[in-house]
């Protein structure tokens, strides 16, 4: 006879995961703490990036593509006129340049060219 663990752990956990591991890293943390394998992320963060990571658990895993789709908002920091080898604050510098005074009239235009659905290479 079939038997259904009814005390198999499901729900969504909110973490907060901190700089230097990845999504993949958090989800298999929580593999172990809960003992099961059916766990999964409502979106990645980039192993330099901090925030709200979205964790699924059992039956809650069916939620992804809704939670996928609702809109998110991102902070940070950036800093002018450093190239990197990897085009981010983890690559080698390779060039610093003079940063020419900005209009905050242009930063606000430049800014708005990143709502919406944004693709990276």
Do not use: C, W
């Not at 230097?20 to 003992?35: E, L, P, Q």
């Not at 709200?52 to 991102?74: C, F, H, V, W």
């Amino acid at each position: 006879m079939f038997q259904v663990n009814t005390n198999a752990p499901e729900g969504i956990l909110l973490v907060d995961k901190p700089k230097g591991i990845t999504s993949h890293d958090v989800v298999a943390k929580m593999r172990r703490i809960f003992r099961i394998k059916k766990i999964g992320h409502a979106g990645t963060l980039d192993p330099m990036a901090t925030g709200l990571l979205i964790i699924l658990i059992g039956k809650a895993t069916k939620t992804s593509q809704y939670l996928m789709s609702l809109d998110k908002e991102y902070t940070g920091t950036i800093r002018l006129g450093q190239i990197t080898d990897s085009q981010d604050a983890d690559g080698e510098m390779l060039e610093e340049r003079d940063v020419p005074e900005l209009l905050r009239e242009n930063v606000l235009a430049k800014m708005k060219t990143f709502i919406g659905d944004q693709y990276q290479t």
